[in-house]
């Protein structure tokens, strides 16, 4: 038996094996995906979910060192969707029977963007009759601002930790308050507190970054005890600061091979959770979300941000789907999901078994 197998068959995996099984060649990666496979049939199925992403709004406070939208990229055209525009792709998610939506930014706190949500989000169940579940992409916030804008009907959160480095997080980031990491940790801790449905997740083949980070990135959501994982690769912006190292990054396709071991790792892991199939593993490889699906991931989110806005909410390079209609979007997504063998789990929420358990206490058993 290889030491792959050995290590497959293991109850728990600690951070030794894990960086074994990040590291395993072209051959022994098989082994891993087949397992992670069975695991997701056996937990969560063969449905994919559909959230239909809104890209709000890409004026953003903050200046991560990665970050195509930062702040301080001067070429970027700020824009923020009117609030007919946000209802109206709403209503397209509901007519389509997506069952849920996802509205993310850049980051802001200021008054009128914490009442501008809060009111959208009433003005989103009103359109739908309640038939909608919301996931909040919108970075950190205070806890009175997750508390309103769960009351006003967000479900979900998803604010990844990026890296669960603080060494690596502080290179990631300028080194000021507003870009702390003991402030995003608490964030996350106050989002579950509230009783969101709580997503978070890491880049993948940073510079700097090692598969002891990514090993330990695994075991940081293992321990948040997570209810959603959207992870996905780096991908270099020519005007970001972080283009600088780009001669340190592994070639993409590695980086989309770790991407892929990384959801199949976390789906061993965490057997019941949703894991997103993230776009950014599409723009290296053309089939890069149906592989993330057939190794683990469950959710997947077509873009449905109006055209004419796309282009200016690139945060890396050759980001795909910048140029297609929701509704080609849909059409799309439908037969590349067909394609990879699953079944669109068309007019269902699909909140995360793993919530629903957490909320109702109930233990996690094997
Ligand atoms: N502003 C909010 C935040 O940061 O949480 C939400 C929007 S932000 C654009 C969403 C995610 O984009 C970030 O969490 C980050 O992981 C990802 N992202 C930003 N730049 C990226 C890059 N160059 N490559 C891959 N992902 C990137
Ligand atoms: Fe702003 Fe989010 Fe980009 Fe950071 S990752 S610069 S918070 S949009």
Redesign the pocket.
């Known amino acids: 038996m290889s030491q792959t197998e050995k290590i497959l068959r293991k109850e728990q995996f600690d951070r030794d094996d894990l960086v074994k099984l990040l590291n395993t060649d072209q051959q022994e990666r098989l082994l891993l995906f087949k397992k992670s496979e069975e695991v997701k049939q056996s937990f969560v199925g063969n449905k994919v979910y559909f959230r239909g992403l809104i890209e709000f709004s890409n004026r ?1 406070t ?1 200046n ?1 060192m ?4 930062r702040a301080g990229n001067t070429k970027v055209i700020r824009y923020d969707l009117t609030d007919d525009e946000v209802l109206e792709a709403a209503r397209f998610a509901h007519q389509q029977r997506f069952a849920s939506i996802v509205i ?4 802001k706190s200021t008054a009128s963007f914490t009442a501008r949500i809060e009111t959208l989000l009433k003005k989103i169940h009103e359109a739908t009759r309640h038939e909608l579940h919301v996931t909040l ?4 916030q205070s806890e009175s601002t997750y508390r309103r804008w769960r009351e006003a009907g967000a479900q979900r959160y ?3 930790i ?1 890296v669960s480095n603080p060494e690596l997080y502080k290179k990631l980031h300028p080194d000021n308050g507003k870009h702390d990491y003991n402030r995003r940790l608490e964030a996350l801790h106050t989002l579950k507190s509230l009783g969101y449905q709580l997503g978070t ?3 993948i083949g940073l510079p700097f970054q090692s598969p002891g980070d990514l090993a330990d990135d695994l075991l940081f959501m293992q321990a948040l005890d997570i209810d959603m994982a959207g992870m ?6 020519h005007d ?1 600061p ?1 283009y600088r190292y780009r001669d340190l990054l592994l070639p993409r396709k590695d980086r989309f091979y770790l991407s892929l071991k990384m959801v199949a790792l976390l789906r061993i892991m965490m057997k019941n959770i949703n894991i997103a199939a993230t776009t ?1 593993m599409q723009s290296i490889d053309p089939q890069g979300r149906e592989k993330a699906i057939k190794v683990g991931a469950n959710v997947i989110m077509p873009n449905l941000t109006p055209l004419k806005y796309r282009e200016n909410y690139l ?2 390079q050759d980001k795909p789907c910048i140029d297609e209609e929701a509704e080609q979007c849909r059409g799309c997504l439908e037969a590349r999901i067909h394609m990879a063998g699953a079944e669109i789990a068309w007019g269902e929420w699909g909140d995360s078994d793993h919530y629903q358990k957490r909320q109702a206490g109930v233990p996690e058993t094997d």
Not at 137 to 140: N, P, T, Y
């Open positions: 953003c903050k991560c990665y970050c195509g939208v993310q930014s850049g980051e992409s919108l970075g950190e998803l604010l990844r990026e997740g890491v880049m996905g690769p780096y991908i270099e912006h970001t972080l950014a945060l890396y």
